[in-house]
């Protein structure tokens, strides 16, 4: 089925036709259209206030029997749009709130959540980053609102509803910090992503936060087929550090999504379309993926999509 779709997306590539549906932000945002399927939500978060700050990642996932997942929060000017899209999604309860990696632009808006919406479970890596405010309120959130917390490592998995399944392929277990103490810099907190592959029926979804191409090369390594995906957000908002060929070709991914306010590499979008489909949010506006758990996938853009923009 995944060859069948590729050749179908290589197909509409071919023609110039788009392969998705625009629609209203109420009608991206309406789950009516849910029931029984896993869908994913990759959000437009806004411009950057400025050259040095960005909008950063956010996510929000209902599994096929109505379960909520959010994964990552964007910077801390993002959270509206954040709290826009669930209340327009009628949610009341985060049954997952799930933390890639503790940078600002990916745990911001964790404690306005933590306190607005009924939590379930909050989902993180091990790693410390202490010298983080951000990092700090969203710990300090957890403990004080006594939320449910559990620590993700490689060779784990958890239930996502009854139907999906989420394995867990980074970070190890023990983390080795910067000369043997809790010292980090970026490559270094960006390498601890968690590498999050979601499977309902034959549909597979692969998130990894911000890895950088030595920690992909890590994953690969060890994980190596298991990472086979048909729907893959690129690492690190589609920039040049990450999504080397050897991860590009471990995922084979079918769809990419890139979430950015701008295009940070034409080229790593323009590697993945010779594959595949790619969505962007600077181009398409937030973007709903959505799939009966058949290998095949709906999708729906708030902005008219074009299959030929990254195409050679």
Same mark, same amino acid.
Request: glycine letters at 6%; proline letters at 3%; aromatic letters at 10%.
């Given at each position: 089925?995944?060859?069948?779709?590729?050749?179908?997306?290589?197909?509409?590539? $071919? $023609? !110039?036709?788009?392969?998705?549906?625009? +629609? &209203?932000?109420?009608?991206?945002?309406?789950?009516?259209?849910?029931? @029984?399927?896993?869908? %994913?939500?990759?959000? *437009?978060? !806004?411009?950057?206030?400025?050259?040095? /700050?960005?909008? @950063?990642?956010?996510?929000? $996932?209902?599994?096929?029997?109505?379960?909520?997942?959010v994964l990552d929060t964007g910077s801390p000017f993002c959270v509206d749009y954040i709290t826009r899209a669930l209340d327009t999604m009628g949610v009341k309860r985060i049954d997952c709130? +799930?933390l890639s990696h503790p940078h600002i632009d990916h745990v911001s808006g964790a404690p306005t959540l933590m306190e607005k919406y009924e939590i379930g479970t909050v989902y993180t890596s091990?790693? +410390?980053?202490?010298?983080?405010?951000?990092?700090?309120?969203?710990?300090?959130?957890?403990?004080?609102?006594?939320?449910?917390? #559990?620590?993700?490592?490689?060779?784990?998995?958890?239930?996502?509803?009854?139907?999906?399944? #989420?394995?867990?392929?980074?970070?190890?277990?023990?983390?080795?910090?910067?000369? !043997?103490?809790?010292?980090?810099?970026?490559?270094?907190?960006?390498?601890?992503?968690? %590498?999050?592959?979601?499977?309902? @029926?034959? &549909?597979?979804?692969?998130?990894?936060?911000?890895?950088?191409?030595?920690?992909?090369?890590? #994953?690969?390594?060890? *994980?190596?087929?298991?990472?086979?995906?048909?729907? %893959?957000?690129?690492?690190?908002?589609?920039?040049?550090? =990450?999504? /080397?060929?050897? *991860?590009?070709?471990?995922l084979s991914p079918i769809i990419t999504v890139i979430t950015n306010d701008k295009l940070e590499d034409y080229y790593i979008a323009q590697r993945y379309a010779s594959v595949g489909e #790619?969505?962007?949010?600077?181009?398409?506006? /937030?973007?709903? +993926?959505?799939?009966?758990?058949?290998?095949?996938?709906?999708? $729906?853009?708030?902005?008219?999509? =074009?299959?030929?923009?990254?195409?050679?």
């Amino acid at each position: 089925m995944k060859k069948a779709l590729a050749c179908l997306l290589v197909l509409l590539l $071919l $023609l !110039g036709c788009a392969a998705a549906e625009t +629609v &209203s932000y109420e009608q991206l945002f309406s789950m009516a259209e849910d029931a @029984g399927k896993m869908s %994913v939500r990759f959000l *437009w978060l !806004g411009d950057a206030p400025d050259k040095d /700050s960005k909008p @950063g990642d956010s996510m929000i $996932l209902t599994s096929p029997d109505g379960q909520v997942m959010v994964l990552d929060t964007g910077s801390p000017f993002c959270v509206d749009y954040i709290t826009r899209a669930l209340d327009t999604m009628g949610v009341k309860r985060i049954d997952c709130l +799930v933390l890639s990696h503790p940078h600002i632009d990916h745990v911001s808006g964790a404690p306005t959540l933590m306190e607005k919406y009924e939590i379930g479970t909050v989902y993180t890596s091990a790693v +410390v980053y202490e010298t983080s405010r951000y990092y700090r309120a969203y710990m300090d959130a957890i403990a004080n609102l006594g939320l449910n917390h #559990v620590i993700l490592y490689e060779g784990m998995s958890f239930a996502f509803g009854a139907e999906v399944m #989420v394995q867990v392929f980074n970070p190890t277990e023990t983390i080795e910090y910067l000369d !043997g103490e809790k010292k980090v810099n970026t490559q270094f907190l960006n390498n601890q992503s968690l %590498v999050l592959k979601m499977t309902y @029926g034959d &549909s597979s979804f692969l998130f990894a936060g911000d890895l950088y191409t030595p920690g992909e090369r890590a #994953v690969v390594e060890r *994980w190596k087929e298991e990472l086979d995906c048909d729907v %893959v957000k690129a690492n690190h908002h589609g920039a040049s550090t =990450s999504s /080397s060929t050897s *991860w590009r070709k471990a995922l084979s991914p079918i769809i990419t999504v890139i979430t950015n306010d701008k295009l940070e590499d034409y080229y790593i979008a323009q590697r993945y379309a010779s594959v595949g489909e #790619v969505y962007h949010t600077y181009y398409d506006g /937030s973007v709903c +993926v959505r799939t009966t758990g058949d290998g095949t996938y709906e999708v $729906l853009t708030e902005k008219e999509h =074009s299959s030929t923009r990254f195409a050679k």
